[in-house]
C-alpha cells in the first residue's frame, strides 16, 4: 500500500512541476540559442527567466556574466558572476568569454574566492541520506526510490519533503 501511495505522490508531484518545467525547458532553449548566434541580450533576457524557476540553477547563473562580458558591460558581468559563483560555480578562469572582465580587481577576487571555495569542496567526502518509513519492516519488501540532487542543493533539504509524507 505504501508504494502504491509514494507512485500516487510522485506523479501529482511530477504533473505540477510539469508546466514550470516545460517553461523552463523553453526559457533555457531560447537562451541558448540566442547565445550561440551572437544575440546576448536576448540570452541574457531568457537566462534570467530561466532563474525565476530555478534560481539555485548555477549553469544558467553562469551563462549570464559570460554574455555581459561579451557586450563588454563589466559591472553586470562582475555582479552575475559573483551570483554563479555564490550558486557554486567556481571552475571558470579557461573561458575566453570573461576576457572583457579578466583584469579587473574583482575579477581577480573572485577567482580567488572561487578557487579557495574549490579546494574546499574537494575535501567533503558526502554521506548518503537513507531515509525509511517510520513503520519499516525489515519482513517486508518496499520500492526503492533514489533521488540524486544537483550540484548546490543537498539530500538533507530534498528529505525533509518525503518527512512530511503519509
Same mark, same amino acid.
Given at each position: 500500500?505504501? =508504494?502504491?501511495? &509514494?507512485?500516487?505522490? %510522485?506523479?501529482?508531484?511530477?504533473?505540477?512541476?510539469?508546466q514550470?518545467?516545460?517553461?523552463?525547458?523553453?526559457?533555457?532553449?531560447?537562451?541558448? /540559442?540566442?547565445?550561440?548566434?551572437?544575440?546576448?541580450?536576448?540570452? %541574457?533576457?531568457?537566462?534570467?527567466?530561466?532563474l525565476?524557476f530555478?534560481?539555485?540553477?548555477?549553469?544558467?547563473?553562469y551563462? %549570464?556574466?559570460?554574455?555581459y @562580458?561579451?557586450?563588454?558591460?563589466?559591472?553586470?558581468?562582475?555582479?552575475?558572476?559573483k551570483?554563479?559563483?555564490?550558486?557554486?560555480?567556481?571552475a571558470?578562469?579557461?573561458?575566453?568569454?570573461?576576457?572583457?572582465?579578466?583584469?579587473?580587481?574583482?575579477?581577480?577576487?573572485?577567482?580567488n574566492k572561487?578557487?579557495?571555495?574549490?579546494?574546499? &569542496?574537494?575535501?567533503?567526502? +558526502?554521506?548518503?541520506?537513507?531515509?525509511?518509513?517510520?513503520?519499516?519492516? /525489515?519482513?517486508?519488501s518496499? @520500492?526503492?526510490?533514489?533521488?540524486?540532487h =544537483?550540484? =548546490?542543493?543537498?539530500?538533507?533539504?530534498?528529505?525533509?519533503?518525503?518527512?512530511? &509524507? +503519509?
Amino acid at each position: 500500500m505504501m =508504494g502504491k501511495k &509514494m507512485i500516487l505522490l %510522485i506523479f501529482s508531484i511530477c504533473f505540477l512541476k510539469a508546466q514550470e518545467i516545460d517553461s523552463t525547458r523553453i526559457y533555457l532553449q531560447i537562451a541558448n /540559442t540566442a547565445l550561440s548566434k551572437g544575440d546576448y541580450q536576448v540570452a %541574457i533576457e531568457n537566462y534570467k527567466s530561466v532563474l525565476r524557476f530555478r534560481p539555485e540553477h548555477a549553469a544558467v547563473a553562469y551563462n %549570464i556574466p559570460c554574455c555581459y @562580458s561579451l557586450l563588454n558591460n563589466k559591472p553586470e558581468a562582475l555582479e552575475w558572476l559573483k551570483k554563479a559563483i555564490d550558486l557554486g560555480k567556481y571552475a571558470f578562469d579557461e573561458d575566453e568569454d570573461l576576457n572583457n572582465i579578466r583584469e579587473t580587481k574583482r575579477y581577480k577576487k573572485f577567482l580567488n574566492k572561487a578557487n579557495k571555495l574549490l579546494n574546499r &569542496m574537494k575535501q567533503i567526502k +558526502p554521506e548518503p541520506v537513507i531515509l525509511l518509513p517510520s513503520d519499516y519492516d /525489515t519482513n517486508m519488501s518496499y @520500492s526503492l526510490l533514489i533521488y540524486m540532487h =544537483g550540484w =548546490g542543493s543537498n539530500p538533507i533539504d530534498f528529505s525533509k519533503n518525503f518527512q512530511k &509524507m +503519509p
